[in-house]
């Protein structure tokens, strides 16, 4: 009986064993029941999976609770920064808090922008992983 490694099945069914070593495992299958039957299940569940795939569309899923995570103490910083240009501009010349206003709403536009910017591949394959998965 030849030995083998149950991942060689696998790498059989995806054919990428060496001729010598796929014919081994092939002579090996006919001798022995039990590594037949797993090779089978393996085929089995690889036509079920393809089979799956091609039959979906995707259809990404936002997990909100993620999302709003990330922006909660960014939303309370900027709170804190409204209340507080908001009382500078109260005992301060008007001049000073529309500047003091002007600086806030391009600190949040740059932080927005940033955000944005950094959605990356990463994010939505992070997506894609979440929408096969769930």
């Given at each position: 009986?030849?030995?083998?490694?149950?991942?060689?099945?696998?790498?059989?069914?995806?054919?990428?064993?060496?001729?010598?070593?796929?014919?081994?495992?092939?002579?090996?299958?006919?001798?022995?029941?039990?590594?037949?039957?797993?090779?089978?299940?393996?085929?089995?569940?690889?036509?079920?999976?393809?089979?799956?795939?091609?039959?979906?569309?995707?259809?990404?899923?936002?997990?909100?609770?993620?999302?709003?995570?990330?922006?909660?103490w960014p939303?309370?910083?900027?709170?804190?920064?409204?209340?507080?240009?908001?009382?500078?501009?109260?005992?301060?010349p008007p001049?000073?808090?529309?500047?003091?206003?002007?600086?806030?709403?391009?600190?949040?536009?740059?932080?927005?922008?940033?955000?944005?910017?950094?959605?990356?591949?990463?994010?939505?394959?992070?997506?894609?992983?979440?929408?096969?998965?769930?």
């Amino acid at each position: 009986m030849t030995a083998y490694d149950p991942a060689e099945l696998s790498a059989l069914l995806d054919g990428e064993l060496e001729a010598t070593r796929a014919a081994e495992l092939r002579a090996a299958m006919r001798e022995n029941d039990a590594m037949r039957a797993e090779f089978e299940r393996l085929a089995g569940l690889h036509q079920r999976l393809l089979d799956d795939a091609r039959s979906r569309q995707f259809q990404p899923r936002i997990a909100l609770a993620d999302s709003t995570a990330s922006v909660r103490w960014p939303l309370l910083a900027l709170l804190v920064c409204v209340l507080a240009v908001r009382l500078a501009s109260k005992l301060a010349p008007p001049a000073v808090g529309a500047v003091l206003e002007g600086l806030l709403l391009l600190v949040l536009l740059s932080w927005l922008a940033t955000r944005l910017w950094r959605a990356t591949d990463a994010d939505y394959l992070k997506l894609v992983q979440q929408a096969v998965a769930g």
